[in-house]
């Protein structure tokens, strides 16, 4: 405990800037203090494991948390990058049914192994979306380059596998625990919120 305490201090004076611009998906307050940035693979059994992490982070610090989801398909997923593309393209249209594609991919993820493209499309139909509009921008560059700078920023922060985790500028590498989550938000969260008024 005290060695991380330590890590994490010291991140915290020269913290990790993910790039946020564009239209990035984000669950939580849009204008919260602590930002948790996910970098996920949808094949990735380790990266199912923390969804209910995260939702019980946003359940239980729900002012002070937002996440906001980065594409990290690592090559041996094969269908990882799809399944980034479509998710990517869903919210360019619509950024609750991108989510709603999302709980139906980690919901199902073995189907997903198994199924392949054909469970792709039948999640981008059942989250709502336009399919043949988020097959065409699936396959976009504007879709390509975004994931490409995904996986190019994971990369250069050290991350070894998915998931990683930049919590305001602080890492955590690899699937976790929600203790581990909010023994960095017990650092982060005064640097990022105004001191209380004393009554």
Not at 160 to 183: K, M, S, Y
Request: include cysteine; charged fraction near 25%; charge should be negative.
């Amino acid at each position: 405990g005290v060695v991380e305490d330590a890590r994490i201090s010291k991140e915290l004076q020269s913290p990790r800037h993910p790039d946020l611009s564009g239209g990035r998906a984000i669950r939580g307050k849009a204008d919260a203090p602590v930002t948790i940035v996910v970098y996920s693979d949808f094949q990735c059994p380790y990266c199912r494991r923390d969804v209910p992490v995260l939702e019980a982070l946003l359940t239980k610090y729900p002012d002070q948390v937002r996440l906001v989801l980065k594409q990290t398909p690592i090559p041996a997923h094969v269908y990882a990058r799809p399944a980034a593309e479509m998710f990517e393209a869903i919210l360019r249209q619509d950024a609750g049914k991108a989510w709603r594609y999302f709980d139906i991919l980690f919901g199902n993820q073995e189907r997903l192994n198994r199924e392949g493209m054909a469970f792709l499309e039948y999640a981008a139909r059942e989250s709502g979306a336009d399919l043949s509009r988020a097959r065409r921008d699936a396959a976009g560059p504007e879709v390509k380059a975004l994931i490409d700078a995904d996986l190019e920023e994971f990369q250069s922060y050290g991350f070894t596998g998915t998931p990683g985790f930049v919590i305001n500028g602080v890492t955590l590498d690899g699937a976790r625990p929600q203790e581990a989550f909010e023994r960095v938000l017990r650092q982060v969260l005064p640097a990022a919120s105004p001191a209380p008024v004393a009554p």
